[in-house]
């Protein structure tokens, strides 16, 4: 065959083989796969809305309504073709209008707003860390080793922003950079830099959408609090999603511009109160057209939430807290309480002072930050303290139920124990007037408070058996409150002796240790949450319930439902009824007869309470005071820390006006009582040769 020939026949072949290629091809893409690739261009046109789902109601224990949403408007800013230049001028104008009509912008950089610039890290050296390390730019251009500034700085050039680097504008247009940055915005991913703006906001915007390229408006859901600064620290916040919980979440439907629970119950009950978010879309044809609406889902509410707060008696409970701190003066400037059903183990209130007004968080976020008080600590569930005297009603159940002590011996007060030769610890009365309270029983102790007979009970039991019981009372336990800040604490211990003494000598648990701990020094330290569901215990005989902050969430669609939160029994201690009577007893001489009578005198209400004082390295002593009433049949159980409070009367007045509102509604129960300025009684177990400061 000659050569030529053979050439055309390859090229004919060839050419029918590719177009048997081609045939096949046109055949799987319109007859096999045609509806997938007509789906998938249809996809391509159409447009999708998201109708933002509202997050759910939080109210109190009778329906009244805490934190509910309103109507407002965000801003958000969209990747467009235009350079670093022209970005950060569209920034700055809309952050101008932002603030000049009484709004604020939002972004995650972790420096405070304003110079002298510091971190702003709430998680310490351990997420400050964190974030360098997660910082896309930490190689090529921020060392771990630089200040504020100097990181600020640095994303000025990066970002090629123009300005003084001292002033809040230059910070602000910074900071949405860096939010544009950390969250990957683009065309189809806008990113919101400003919440809730005024009406006033949005219309300038509007009238110069010419100039802010990228720049748009949309309406969304707002949080609102009914009573802005009320129960701060239970209610707690939502802000936008972070980079870190978008990329956890993101598969459960969230979305970068999402808010999310940050803090308090909307941390807790995310789950429940967040919405499912609805869409609408349009669907074109090739040459652009609107040809229909795809079908429209509507967002479904996120469920409500009915907590066991009465919000007459926690306006009371934070009322008192600040204006008995307030009168005290001095070094008090800060303190923690709790109060509980001691039949249900329902949270009834529960404050921490200093607190702040949380619809302001954004704005006032630098300011408390640097506020020394740690007003965003919330010191009811995590303020840690000696509980001091309070903590002996419990040493003598314990010395009780253990054996070591008969329900009527009598053990003698010398002024001094003497168990040691080389530690001699002595008694409140002998340090303050050289005087003893002589033969003591149990019932009298409590109420004395006396030390001597406390070191001795502990010096007999040992610190396992005291541990042990104070286990089951649930101290240094968390208390099951539906707050992810909770923080256990410790009972003093051996093993935890260790662990905060670094010195191998001094490490090492000592008799002295254990009659320390025996009058609430030591090494304990437990927040007021569970001093007042220990009180509580006490209370009603003997059963530890879980702390309920939450009695139900219910559907906001149709009211059905979700889940309800009863009564849950952790411990049943097993206690002699005898041996309950005398403590209880001796808890109603202290508000009777003892230190707290001055507080109580007169009150129609008989009372069961302890107060207690702790020393601390330096400074005024803590004020302690727990309490229980009506005495015969207990219904409600407090627990109320002073920081630097001086005594534990001077808790008491909290107390009182707990009860007042509880019982009388405020009314005829408010006698005139001593100013805690006043209160002269003797400090109770006040040994500085164990003191443990308060860990914030």
């Known amino acids: 065959m000659p050569e030529s020939k053979y050439r055309f026949l390859v090229i004919k072949i060839m050419a029918f083989i590719m177009l048997a290629a081609i045939i096949v091809r046109l055949f799987s893409l319109q007859i096999i796969d045609g509806e997938q690739y007509l789906a998938t261009s249809n996809a391509r046109l159409t447009t999708s809305v998201v109708n933002k789902a509202e997050r759910g109601d939080i109210l109190d224990r009778y329906g009244n309504v ?24 569209v920034i700055s104008k809309a952050v101008e209008i932002i603030y000049t009509t009484g709004s604020s912008s939002t972004d995650t950089l972790p420096i405070s707003g304003s110079a002298p610039y510091t971190f702003t890290f709430s998680g310490g050296d351990g997420e400050k860390a964190q974030w360098f390390e997660q910082n896309k730019y930490i190689n090529k251009y921020i060392s771990a080793d630089m200040d504020a500034a100097d990181v600020l700085y640095a994303y000025q050039q990066i970002y090629n922003v123009e300005g003084d680097l001292n002033s809040e504008h230059t910070r602000r247009i910074i900071g949405i950079r860096y939010e544009a940055d950390v969250k990957e915005y683009s065309a189809a991913n806008p990113i919101t830099i400003a919440e809730d703006v005024s009406v006033e906001a949005v219309t300038q915007i509007k009238e110069l959408q010419d100039s802010l390229k990228g720049v748009s408006i949309q309406e969304d859901y ?81 469920d409500y939430l009915m907590l066991t707060i009465d919000s007459d008696l926690q306006s009371t409970l934070e009322e008192s807290l600040e204006s008995t701190i307030r009168s005290i003066g001095n070094d008090c400037d800060a ?33 408390l930050l640097s506020d020394e008080r740690n007003p965003m600590v919330n010191r009811a569930v995590a303020g840690l303290y000696s509980p001091g005297s309070t903590f002996k009603p419990l040493v003598a159940i314990a010395g009780i139920q253990s054996g070591v002590l008969s329900i009527d011996e009598q053990i003698e007060c010398t002024g001094v124990y003497r168990a040691f030769g080389d530690y001699q610890p002595t008694c409140w009365i002998w340090s303050e007037d050289h005087l003893t309270h002589g033969r003591q029983n149990v019932t009298q102790a409590i109420e004395n408070s006396c030390n001597i007979f406390f070191y001795e009970l502990g010096n007999r039991m040992g610190i396992e058996t005291l541990d042990e019981c104070a286990k089951k009372f649930g101290l240094g336990e968390n208390t099951g409150i539906e707050l992810y800040e909770e923080t256990a604490g410790h009972m003093a211990s051996p093993e935890y002796k260790k662990e905060v003494v670094s010195n191998v000598i001094d490490s090492e648990w000592f008799d002295g240790d254990t009659v320390q701990a025996a009058i609430g020094q030591s090494y304990s330290l437990f927040t007021p949450v569970q001093l007042a569901n220990y009180c509580a215990t006490i209370a009603n005989g003997g059963t530890r319930y879980k702390v309920n902050l939450i009695k139900s969430i219910r559907s906001s669609v149709d009211g059905s439902l979700v889940e309800e939160f009863t009564p849950q029994v952790e411990e049943e201690i097993d206690i002699d009824e005898a041996t309950m009577q005398r403590i209880q007893d001796g808890m109603k001489k202290v508000v009777d007869e003892g230190s707290a009578s001055s507080i109580f005198d007169g009150y129609p209400i008989q009372v069961g309470g302890k107060t207690g004082t702790a020393q601390l390295g330096s400074g005024s002593n ?15 159980a407090i627990a109320v820390v002073l920081e630097h409070g001086v005594r534990g009367t001077n808790a008491g007045q909290v107390a009182r006006d707990v009860f007042d509102q509880y019982f009388f509604g405020n009314g005829e129960a408010a006698a005139e009582t001593a100013s805690p300025e006043a209160a002269t009684e003797a400090p109770e177990s006040a040994d500085s040769s164990g003191a443990a400061e308060l860990l914030r």
């Not at 119950?265 to 609408?280: C, F, K, M, N, P």
């Not at 059903?341 to 300011?367: H, K, W």
Request: proline share 4%.
């Open 335 to 367: 303190g923690g309480a709790a109060v509980l059903d001691v039949n249900t183990g329902d949270c009834l209130a529960i404050a921490s002072y200093p607190t702040y007004d949380m619809s302001r968080f954004d704005e006032d976020y630098s300011e």
């Open 222 to 302: 707002v949080r609102m609090y009914t009573k802005p600064g009320f129960a701060t620290h239970i209610l707690g916040r939502i802000g936008q999603i972070s980079k870190e919980e978008y990329d956890s979440k993101k598969d459960e439907g969230y979305g970068i511009n999402d808010t999310i629970g940050k803090q308090g119950i909307e941390l807790w009950a995310e789950s429940y109160l967040r919405g499912e978010d609805g869409t609408t879309g349009t669907t074109a044809n090739v040459d652009g057209r609107d040809v229909e609406l795809t079908e429209t889902v509507d967002p479904v509410p996120g």
């Open 622 to 636: 803590n004020a302690i005071f727990i309490a229980f009433a009506p005495f015969d049949d207990p219904q409600i």
């Open 66 to 89: 805490l934190v509910t949403n309103k109507t407002g408007y965000s801003v958000l800013l969209q990747k467009t073709d235009i350079d670093d230049t022209e970005l950060n001028s």
